[in-house]
């Protein structure tokens, strides 16, 4: 009896200590990062955001944790993200200097923000111990590329491309470093050196079709297009590149063509669709606009570019009816849909309900004060009130964001 009282004593200390253990911080840490690792790769970077913040409370210093989310806030593409990336990134190399990839990514956001000189000191910090990193090479050549000492920069994409001749991406990059000294002979002989490694790559067709067309043979751009093209003919960017040529030398019809081609061998896809739309837009054509945006999103209802288009299309048709059925829709979702939201205030302004699309767009800046249409359109809705001081600082600062 004793004997099995004692071994009834064992097994609940044994499973108290093994509760405890899971319920432990480094449990629960391990638990986290890879619940986080799992929500990247399936491409769930808000999922992921939350589990690596989780990962870094449980331990500040957990060096992959800060690097793993600077990663997925990248990956969320914005710029409070890329703000966010950068802080993470800088906790990284405070806690492990020795993180090669935190520290080149970080060199990448300096050359973003124009800092050419702060990029160099986190590429230096590799290249420091690593002399022949590829990567730190292009990068450091970039950043004196940025400060038009192009020779230095020429010289370290030339010792890239040492260091990894099979990378394309390098000689094009070298390329467009003697593009900027207007050194166009030699620009064009690092492509054609490319070609022989690759004669594949569609890269750097592209890019001999782009030196092409700076120098006026439309023609031969034309070919290099169409070559990227037929190596490639599944590849949705080698159609946009073609037709965009085509709308650059005003060859409507052929745009129009590549576009209807590429919605014929992509019948699920709504992208061609959205692009024949724009380039209705741009040629006046109304009514094949609207079918072609209206056609983007049955394809795909979870389309948020596609439904905007259309909501867009609609707005500035003068369409408001079509374009608050659509925007309700979105509204009843999610009634803190930032595009909702903009898009109804615009139907507020286009209805001359001057003061409550002011007010909705004012509360909308504060939750996106980088939004450089919201404060386009605010400016005109104070220019309508005839408050034109207000219009011109609100126009002002849409310019500032967007200067395009």
């Known amino acids: 009896m004793r004997a099995r009282n004692a071994l009834g004593i064992l097994v609940v200390c044994v499973l108290s200590i093994a509760g405890c253990n899971q319920s432990s911080p480094e449990a629960q840490k391990a638990k986290h990062l890879e619940r986080g690792l799992s929500y990247y790769d399936k491409a769930k970077y808000p999922e992921a955001v939350i589990e690596f913040k989780n990962v870094i409370q449980l331990d500040p210093k957990n060096a992959d944790g800060h690097y793993r989310l600077a990663l997925s806030y990248l990956k969320l593409n914005t710029l409070n993200d890329w703000q966010a990336a950068f802080a993470e990134l800088t906790k990284v190399v405070e806690i492990d200097p020795g993180n090669r990839d935190a520290q080149l990514r970080l060199a990448e956001l300096y ?15 590799v290249l420091t111990s690593t002399p022949q990193d590829s990567e730190g090479l292009v990068l450091r050549g970039k950043s004196h590329i940025n400060e038009k000492d192009y020779e230095e920069g020429i010289r370290d994409l030339n010792k890239a491309i040492e260091a990894n001749p099979t990378n394309i991406r390098i000689y094009i990059d070298l390329a467009l470093a003697y593009t900027r000294k207007k050194d166009m002979s030699a620009a064009e002989a690092t492509i054609r ?14 890019a001999l079709g782009d030196l ?40 409507w019809d052929q745009a129009e063509g590549v576009f209807l081609r590429l919605a014929e061998a992509k019948p ?10 724009q380039l209705y837009t741009y040629l006046s054509q109304i009514d094949k606009a609207g079918a072609s945006f209206q056609k983007a999103a049955s394809l795909n209802p979870d389309s948020m570019i596609a439904r905007d288009r259309l909501i867009e299309h609609d707005l500035d048709t003068g369409k408001l009816d079509d374009a608050s059925q659509l925007v309700q829709k979105v509204l009843e979702k999610n009634k803190k849909d930032r595009s909702g939201r903009f898009y109804d205030a615009r139907l507020q302004l286009a209805r001359g309900k001057l003061d409550d699309a002011i007010q909705s767009l004012q509360v909308l800046l504060k939750d996106e004060p980088q939004w450089a249409a919201a404060h386009h359109y605010l400016g005109l809705a104070f220019a309508d009130k005839n408050d034109l001081a207000r219009a011109r600082q609100e126009l002002t600062e849409a310019v500032k964001l967007a200067p395009g």
């Open 111 to 125: 050359l973003l923000a124009r800092q050419p000189d702060k990029a160099r000191e986190h590429v230096d910090v």
């Open 193 to 206: 050196k490319a070609l022989t490694v690759d004669p594949r790559s569609t890269d750097a067709h592209l």
């Open 212 to 251: 092409r067309m700076m120098a006026g043979k439309n023609d031969e751009a034309e070919a290099e297009y169409k070559r990227a093209l037929e190596i490639s003919p599944e590849n949705t960017a080698l159609h946009v590149k073609l037709a965009g040529f085509y709308q650059l030398t005003q060859k």
């Open 268 to 277: 699920k896809d709504e992208i061609p669709h959205l692009y024949l739309g």
